[in-house]
């Protein structure tokens, strides 16, 4: 089942569903201890949700990782009918692999743009950041990830896929180690996706672990969550995680 995440304490909300398309903002958590956060983990939703659903990940990841700030923007679109609440990186209709592309390439240069601004804002360098995705969030967090110049020291996705990976070849900039959970029982993106996602970067020499949950759904569960806060801890300390399988 989906961990219940609830707004993290100290966060700053911004007005959810009152956000031009040209701007991303969403909680926020700073660490505990008062000081200038050394590294910044961007935890990037999924289709339908905020910021806000995701931001209860940083309490839960705060004892691995006690130096980080982390930010979980809203993402830029309103859902395209009125009687939905929550955001969308792009709009999705029939998931074909053309509509992922085309969504992930219309919102990728904004949020790239974001992460900039995030980093000079705290005075952090490329190498000081993470990205974490759970569904549309991980399209995004994989598509702008490995496209950045200089590589993130990870990528985390939940329950996602790889956008246009008959691109990736030619687009690859950098190669961050990533980790990758599904559920097994996934109703939205079936578990085949986590397949085609890491040997597609697999193919693209980046180093992929990768674990298929059994019995859960699209959501993310006490084990992966910590398997997450593990690798990025690893990752932040300046080892590269290495490649693993799971059985299914």
Do not use: C
């Not at 995705?133 to 790889?162: D, E, K, N, W």
């Amino acid at each position: 089942m989906l961990l219940p995440l609830r707004p993290a304490r100290n966060s700053t909300l911004s007005e959810t569903l009152e956000i031009p398309l040209t701007v991303l903002d969403g909680p926020r958590l700073m660490p505990e201890s008062g000081r200038p956060p050394r590294q910044l983990v961007l935890l990037l939703h999924g289709f339908g949700a905020s910021g806000d659903d995701l931001i209860g990940l940083a309490e839960a990841w705060r004892d691995p990782l006690p130096e980080a700030a982390f930010i979980a923007p809203h993402a830029p679109e309103g859902m395209p009918f009125a009687d939905l609440a929550g955001r969308q990186w792009f709009g999705l209709q029939t998931f074909t692999p053309d509509e992922l592309w085309r969504g992930v390439q219309r919102a990728g240069p904004l949020l790239d743009a974001f992460i900039d601004q995030e980093l000079a804002r705290l005075g952090l360098g490329s190498g000081d950041l993470a990205l974490v995705g759970f569904s549309q969030g991980t399209m995004m967090a994989l598509h702008v990830g490995l496209r950045r110049r200089i590589a993130p020291a990870a990528i985390v996705g939940y329950s996602g896929i790889i956008a246009g990976a008959e691109h990736l070849g030619d687009d690859i900039q950098s190669a961050p180690p990533v980790l990758l959970v599904h559920g097994d029982q996934d109703e939205v993106i079936p578990a085949k996706a986590l397949e085609l996602t890491r040997d597609s970067l697999a193919a693209a020499q980046v180093v992929v672990e990768w674990h298929l949950r059994p019995g859960l759904g699209h959501g993310i569960d006490p084990v992966g969550l910590a398997m997450g806060g593990g690798f990025l801890r690893q990752a932040f300390g300046g080892g590269k995680p290495g490649a693993r399988t799971s059985p299914r």
